[in-house]
C-alpha cells in the first residue's frame, strides 16, 4: 500500500532521514521505532507533504504522491495524528471532528462516523461542545485521533501518539489503536515507546540517526537482544 | 444634552463604518498575521468607483435605490479584485519571509495605490451627488438622516452576516482552522492559499460597502481618503483586539463615539483652544494608550506560546 524508497528529508545543510526504504501493506499495522532524533517525525512530515523531500520516492497504491500538495493528501485517504495532537485550541470537539471530515460532503456518513468516534472515546461526547484547548492531553490525542478517522482514511499514521501522557491513558489511546486496526484500518506508527509500540503491530523498523538499521516481525523484535538493550531499557 | 444624543449618533454612524473596516483589518492579521495597511486604500477604491458609477447615473431617471446598488456592486467587484491581486501578487511571494518584508510591502502597496487612484480620478475632491433623500428624524432632540439610519443598519446587518459565516459554515470553519494552525489545516485537506484569498477578498468586499459610506456620509470622495480612515480602522481593531472578529466591532463603534463625542466637547473642555478640526488626535491618543496599557486590545487575548 505505501510504498518508501531512498527517502531523504533535509533541513537546510543538515540530512535529518538519510535514503530510507520500507513499506507498508494493506491492513498491517508497521511501527517505526527509535530514540529522539532518529528522524522518525521527519519521515512522517515528509510522508504527509508538510516537509518536502529532499530525495527518493513515496509511492501510495501505486502512485507517486512525494510532490502532491499537503491539502490533497486526505483525499487520497491518508491521515496524520501529527506530533503533539495539533487540535485547534480554539474550536469545540465537535468543530474538531468536522475539521476532519472537511473534505467529505456526505451528511450521513459524516454524522455516522462522528457517533463511531464517539463510541471509541465517550469522554470526547461528554464533551462535545468544550473548547479543544481545554482538554487535557490525553483528550486531545482522543480528539486528534477521532479528527483523523474522521476523514474515512485507508492509512492513518500516528507520530507519538504517547507522548507526554500518563501510563494509564496511554493505554486507553493504545487499546483504541488496536480497535482501529482491527476493523482493518493499516496504521504506520511512530513512537519512542518501543515496547508498546511492538506489542501492537505486526512488523517493526528500527531507525537510527536517520537510517532504518533494522527490521523484523514485531514479535522478534521485542526478543532480539539488540533491540532490548537500547529501547527496552534492559 | 441634545449636543450630546447628536454625538452619539454621530458616533454610531461613524463608528460602524470603522467597523466594517476594521474587520478587514482584523480578518488578515487572523489568517497570516499581517497588518494589510495597503486595506484604507481599498476602502478608498470602493468610494471612487461607486461615486463614480453614481455621477453617470445620476440623471439617467433611474430610481436612486437601484443606482446605489449597482454603484455597489461595481464597487465591491472592483475592490474583490484589487483585494485578490494585492494578496497574490504583493504578499504570497512573501508568505515564508521574515514579518518586516510584507509591512513594508503594504506601505508599498498603498503609495502604488493612492498614485494609482490619483492619475485615474486626479488630485480634485469629488462631490458626491445630491441624490439621496436628506430627510431627517427627530431623535430625543437631536437629528438623525435616513442616511445615517441606513448607515448603521446596512453595517450591522453585514457585520451580523460575517460572524455567522465563521462560527457557522464550513468555510468559517477552514478560516478559524486556518487561523489557528495552518499546516495542521492543510493536513484537513484545506487549500489554505485559497482560504487566504477568499479573506481578501470579503474584508475587500466589506472595504467597499464603508468606502460608499464614507462619500455619501461626507458627501466627498478624494484619492487620499483612504490613508485616515486606514489608520483610524487599524485603531479600532488595535482597541478592540487585532485577529478578534467581535473586538473590531467593539473598537470600530467605540472609536466612532470617542471622536465624535471629542470632537463636540474638546472646545469646551480647553476653553475654545482647540476646535471640533482637532477630532483626529483622539484616535491616535487611543492607540498609544492601547499601545502602553493593554495591547492585547480590550477582547483580545494575550499571546502567548504553548509549549
Given at each position: 500500500m505505501l510504498e518508501v524508497t531512498g527517502l531523504r528529508v533535509a533541513y537546510g545543510g543538515i540530512?535529518?532521514?538519510?535514503g530510507i526504504t520500507f513499506h507498508v501493506r494493506q491492513g498491517e499495522m508497521v511501527a517505526l521505532i527509535g530514540a529522539n532524533g532518529a528522524g522518525k517525525t521527519s519521515t512522517l512530515k515528509a510522508l504527509s507533504r508538510l516537509l518536502n523531500a529532499a530525495g527518493g520516492s513515496i509511492r501510495y497504491c501505486g502512485k507517486e504522491?512525494?510532490?502532491?500538495?499537503?491539502?490533497q493528501l486526505i483525499c487520497e485517504g491518508i491521515a496524520l495524528v501529527p506530533e503533539g495532537r495539533g487540535v485547534f485550541p480554539r474550536m469545540s470537539i465537535v468543530e474538531n471532528l468536522l475539521m476532519g471530515a472537511y473534505t467529505r460532503h456526505d451528511k450521513e456518513g459524516i454524522s455516522t462516523d462522528r457517533e463511531h468516534v464517539f463510541s471509541l472515546f465517550p469522554r470526547l461526547k461528554e464533551r462535545a461542545q468544550q473548547l479543544a484547548g481545554t482538554l487535557s492531553g490525553g483528550e486531545q490525542q482522543m480528539l486528534a485521533i477521532g479528527r483523523a478517522l474522521m476523514s474515512r482514511p485507508k492509512l492513518l499514521l500516528l507520530d507519538e501518539p504517547s507522548m507526554g501522557l500518563a501510563p494509564l491513558m496511554t493505554q486507553r489511546i493504545f487499546e483504541v489503536i488496536r480497535t482501529v486496526a482491527n476493523e482493518g484500518m493499516t496504521v504506520l506508527l511512530v513512537e519512542q515507546n518501543a515496547k508498546l509500540a511492538l506489542e501492537v503491530s505486526q512488523r517493526g523498523y528500527v531507525m537510527e540517526s536517520g537510517e532504518i538499521t533494522l527490521t523484523d516481525e514485531a514479535a522478534n523484535l521485542l526478543a532480539n537482544p539488540r533491540v532490548r538493550e537500547a529501547y527496552l531499557g534492559e | 444634552m441634545d449636543i450630546f444624543i447628536q454625538q452619539i449618533i454621530n458616533g454610531l454612524v461613524l463608528g460602524s463604518i470603522y467597523a466594517l473596516v476594521a474587520l478587514g483589518y482584523t480578518m488578515v492579521y487572523g489568517i497570516m498575521g499581517l497588518i494589510n495597511f495597503a486595506h484604507g486604500e481599498v476602502v478608498m477604491i470602493g468610494a471612487m468607483v461607486a461615486l463614480t458609477v453614481i455621477k453617470l447615473l445620476a440623471n439617467s431617471g433611474l430610481p436612486v435605490f437601484v443606482i446605489i446598488l449597482l454603484a455597489l456592486a461595481a464597487a465591491a467587484v472592483v475592490c474583490m479584485a484589487v483585494g485578490f491581486s494585492i494578496e497574490r501578487i504583493a504578499y504570497r511571494p512573501l508568505r515564508n519571509a521574515p514579518k518586516l518584508a510584507p509591512l513594508i510591502t503594504a506601505i508599498g502597496v498603498s503609495i502604488v495605490l493612492q498614485n494609482l487612484a490619483m492619475l485615474i480620478w486626479g488630485r480634485n475632491y469629488h462631490a458626491f451627488p445630491p441624490i439621496l433623500p436628506t430627510s431627517a428624524h427627530d431623535v430625543f432632540g437631536a437629528t438623525i438622516t435616513t442616511l445615517q439610519v441606513a448607515i448603521v443598519l446596512i453595517a450591522a446587518l453585514m457585520m451580523a452576516g460575517l460572524i455567522v459565516l465563521i462560527h457557522r459554515t464550513r468555510l468559517g470553519r477552514a478560516m478559524r482552522a486556518t487561523s489557528e494552525n495552518p499546516s495542521i489545516a492543510q493536513l484537513m485537506g484545506v487549500n489554505i492559499n485559497q482560504i487566504i484569498s477568499i479573506t481578501f477578498i470579503i474584508g475587500s468586499a466589506l472595504a467597499a460597502v464603508a468606502g460608499l459610506m464614507v462619500s455619501a456620509n461626507y458627501s466627498i470622495a478624494h484619492y487620499y481618503m483612504g490613508f485616515m480612515l486606514g489608520l483610524k480602522a487599524f485603531t479600532a481593531a488595535v482597541l478592540g483586539g487585532i485577529g478578534n472578529i467581535a473586538g473590531a466591532v467593539l473598537g470600530g463603534i467605540l472609536l466612532g463615539l470617542i471622536e465624535s463625542l471629542g470632537a463636540g466637547y474638546i472646545g469646551d473642555l480647553t476653553g475654545g483652544f482647540l476646535?471640533?478640526?482637532?477630532?483626529?488626535?483622539f484616535a491616535f491618543f487611543v492607540l498609544i494608550c492601547v499601545l502602553i496599557f493593554r495591547p492585547s486590545g480590550l477582547v483580545g487575548e494575550k499571546v502567548s506560546e504553548r509549549a
Open positions: 540530512q535529518a532521514v538519510r504522491i512525494s510532490a502532491l500538495p499537503a491539502h | 476646535g471640533s478640526h482637532y477630532q483626529d488626535i
